[in-house]
């Protein structure tokens, strides 16, 4: 059973905006912290982006003022905003929730989106 679930990536071209969607199933109803990662082809995977419990935020330095992470409480749903994308973002981006509920306190995660960032 998948408990996290991302959605929002695809092909956009330099410069362009995509958002990405991380969804905790019902499962798990206390989140912890949640967060971004990606992995590019022949390159370690990258720490993204940070959310926790208190909406405390922290970005990769490659990131900033670029991407923002954010969160629908109702909706038990995380959101990568990536705006000014460049090729070098290209790569399978994978989230993570750190949560509890009918199950065990542990970190889910996704099963990763492609984005590819190219003219």
């Known amino acids: 059973v998948q408990l996290v679930m991302e959605s929002g990536g695809g092909l956009v071209q330099p410069g362009g905006s995509l958002r990405l969607s991380c969804a905790a199933a019902?499962?798990?109803?206390?989140?912890?912290?949640m967060g971004w990662y990606r992995q590019a082809p022949g390159k370690q995977r990258e720490l993204v982006a940070t959310?926790?419990?208190?909406?405390?935020?922290d970005y990769a330095d490659s990131v900033k003022g670029r991407f923002t992470v954010s969160r629908d409480n109702a909706k038990n749903t995380m959101y990568l905003q990536m705006n000014s994308l460049k090729p070098e973002d290209t790569a399978t981006y994978y989230c993570?929730?750190?949560?509890?509920?009918?199950?065990?306190?542990?970190?889910?995660w996704g099963q990763g989106t492609q984005v590819t960032v190219s003219s």
């Open positions: 019902g499962n798990i109803f206390k989140i912890y912290a």
């Open positions: 959310l926790t419990s208190g909406s405390d935020t």
């Open positions: 993570y929730i750190e949560g509890s509920g009918t199950v065990r306190r542990g970190e889910y």
